[in-house]
């Protein structure tokens, strides 16, 4: 993928500031052809190896990561999807989410591409996730400073980008439930980076055909994630409010009212979308079995507990050091980036406006999401075993912070004599943050290496006792990562064992290390 931009690059091309309006590109200038190309002398010379280098150690997370993947197997919510999916399709799936479990359709076409694979699916999920979070995020960096009419150097995006990934996928209490567990990934990590695909067509768009493809896929984009997850659509909604406001009294023209029809058909769609899952049959059912409605949600007790629930993930989110990952790869790109005719860019104009506004919408989006899951999880939803929930909101957080890093490198090209002690202070940084999570990752590939091994020798042995006509099998819980199991509890949580007898095709299973029945 092309770090380049043909267009911004035009001499004498006004930027969207109005700088350098008219003014010739000597071609001979050492500033212009180091702005424009990185080589040259000083520090910008050395920033593309730079680059290349220090998007090694994230992409090398990932790479692992995905490998590992090859050691997942099914538990908790998987034992009910595999058998629904084999029997009836996924269309089967769709009309079980809809009618009975919560009303995410698309949802259930999600959980059943993967679901149809069986196993297989569990294990290549990580990889496919992995790759298509990474495609996005470079794709959106590229287009974003086009968009800009920026130039960097090659390969800042791909670090970015890389970088960005392995703190939204790795830097997290629970890889396990945020990476590796599909069901969880659908319904909360994936959802925002689908999110921000929707972006693509929008920071493309250049004609009159591309800006209604534009409009037509935030519609459409919406409604996806208006049935995918309700706490992804508070976030894009909010989001999307916040840029619509922040553009209220401003002079109209073509690119802002661009802007506003694209934010007004994305709220449409989410709209659309939510009111297609709120009043379906299945999202009824879930309100009333966990007890999570209107009532409920909003009574003083709940919002309360909620507000102290959030200040409590708000704590660990923002004390996890390696988060400043994001900071130093936003100042590299800060410090690297330049105007077509090699000149600095300035911070841009409302700048402290914006940034508050994105603070402020990130703050909001992630306390409804936690009044919205409260009423399920309870005191649980500030706890690292569910911290899944947070993911929705978090690929915003990591954004802030790469953006606030851009501000700061900005600000310091302009100020500093000699960038070359920061470039180095932020290349260090960079590598620091992947150390801790490529511990935890190695540590994590052992716990789930050992679960498969003990999976895999009980499936062949449930799988015999089926063929052999047995109607009710031994289960030896399998736990990982905090993951639900049957026989939890002390043995008297029974779920999901009904959907692994039904995987198994048997009346029932028994705990295995009490070798009873069940009552």
Known sequence: MSDCTPEAAAPGRPDAEGRGAGRPVDAHDPRTAAGRTGHGRGPSSRVPLLAGALSLPPLTLLAAAAWFGRSVRPSADDWCFLPVVRDDGISGLVGQFYFRDNGRVANAVLVGAYARFQVAGHQWFGLVSGVLTLTVLWAVAVLALRRARLTVPRGMPLLVAAMTTALFLFVTPNTYKT???????????????????????????????????????????????????????IVVAVLLATVLLLGVGRAAGPPRTFLRLWCAAGLGGVGAGALVLITSPGSAHRRDRFGAGTTSMTSPDSLAASLRGFTEITESVGTTWPYAGAVAVGMLLGLSCRHPDGSRPGPPSRWALTACAGLAALLLAGYLCTVVAYPVFQERVSRPSANRLWNDYLLVYVALLVGAGVLLGVAARQRARATGPLHAGCAVLCVLVCVSPAVALLDLDTEMRARAERWDAQDRRLREGASTGAEVLPYERLVISQMLEPFGRHSTAYWPGGCVADYYRVDDVTDATRSVRRP
């Open 179 to 233: 990476f590796y567990w599909p069901a969880a990934s659908v319904s909360h990590t994936m959802p925002p980076v689908l999110a921000c695909a929707a972006l693509l067509p929008f920071l493309a768009a250049r004609t009159r055909r591309g800006r209604g493809v534009a409009l037509a896929v935030a519609a459409f984009a919406g409604l996806v994630i208006g049935t995918l997850s309700e706490e992804t659509t």
